[in-house]
């Protein structure tokens, strides 16, 4: 049996509550944005030229609408976010079982890296501001639209490559089962979580033996 070198992680779903994102950082961001714009126009400049059309804001305002997973929306996200954490209005959700098996993992040598569709800026301020405190130390590495699409089989490819293993070394853990065959079809192993309870072959990280 291969030994597993490294741990990659989904969030939403994953290590942390989809609800969250949805019910609590998409409308922190939304309300926030078109403040946050014409208060960084110089630094946001560069993210709204990868934006169509005149109405950027109303674009973007869609964009978070529709959970689409467009970088500069990412980007801006990220942004947004980090004052709400720097100011203590946003913390960071987690499960239980996720600090626990972080812990376990990095205790037992093995690197654990986050792979989001989230931008890497708003993932580390998850779990640098979580409600487990900062989890960041445990974590190698972190992976997001930039490195390609989370169900595409190159992506995993590149990240492998990224992380100096083999593609056998590294166990991918999503709630999406397209995710879960893109990695496996790079070679990773790969685990489908439900914390709901359906078919899957995990319900918590808990579960996970290396």
Request: net charge negative; charged share 20%.
């Amino acid at each position: 049996m291969t030994q597993t070198k490294a741990v990659l992680l989904d969030i939403e779903g994953t290590t942390s509550s989809i609800a969250f994102v949805a019910e609590v950082l998409f409308p922190y961001a939304a309300r926030h944005l078109a403040s946050y714009i014409e208060a960084h126009c110089e630094e946001v400049a560069p993210i709204l030229a990868e934006v169509p059309g005149d109405d950027k804001v109303a674009t973007l305002l869609a964009w978070i609408a529709e959970d689409r997973k467009a970088t500069p929306l990412k980007t801006l996200q990220g942004l947004i976010w980090a004052q709400g954490y720097a100011d203590g209005t946003l913390q960071g959700h987690v499960y239980p079982d996720t600090p626990e098996a972080l812990h376990r993992w990095y205790t037992a040598g093995v690197s654990i890296y986050i792979y989001s569709s989230g931008s890497i800026a708003a993932q580390k301020l998850i779990f640098g501001h979580s409600i487990a405190g900062d989890l960041t130390p445990m974590l190698s590495g972190y992976f997001d639209t930039t490195t390609g699409p989370k169900r595409e089989a190159e992506s995993y490819a590149k990240i492998t490559a990224a992380m100096g293993c083999e593609a056998k070394e590294i166990l991918f853990v999503s709630d999406m089962q397209p995710e879960v065959d893109a990695a496996r079809a790079a070679g990773l192993g790969a685990l489908l979580i439900d914390r709901a309870g359906g078919p899957a072959d995990i319900h918590s990280l808990s579960e996970v033996r290396l």
